[in-house]
């Protein structure tokens, strides 16, 4: 299994960016995929996520109305678009892929990329 984000870097507030994440060895559309931000000092929290069933999605308070998730099951990649970005955006975002069912669940992280939002 591999989750590889891409997309990353350094940009002025107000700017945006495009994070991929490149998912494989999995079955990519039957699993709800997540992006997870980290600054320095802070807890992991969730910034976006995307059901697997009718592409439902659902955001962090910090992020609703700026930043877009999406997927395409066909390259089984996710995004995640970042607009209007501000300095306390700034922190490594992880991909996430997760399966629950009845028994087992499956849990799954990429490495991250950096986003730095700076002047």
């Known amino acids: 299994v591999q989750l590889v984000e891409s997309g990353g870097g350094l940009v002025q507030p107000g700017g945006s960016l495009r994070l991929s994440c490149a998912a494989s060895?999995?079955?990519?559309?039957?699993?709800?995929m997540s992006w997870y931000r980290q600054a320095p000092g802070k807890e992991r929290e969730l910034v976006a996520a995307?059901?697997?069933?009718?592409?439902?999605?659902n955001y962090g308070d910090s992020v609703k109305g700026r930043f877009t998730i999406s997927r395409d099951n066909a390259k089984n990649t996710v995004y995640l678009q970042m607009n209007s970005l501000k300095p306390a955006d700034t922190a490594v975002y992880y991909c996430?892929?997760?399966?629950?069912?009845?028994?087992?669940?499956?849990?799954?992280w990429g490495r991250g990329t950096q986003v730095t939002v700076s002047s």
């Open positions: 995307i059901f697997s069933a009718g592409g439902r999605t």
């Open positions: 060895g999995f079955t990519f559309s039957s699993y709800d």
């Open positions: 996430n892929a997760r399966w629950v069912g009845a028994i087992r669940r499956y849990d799954y």
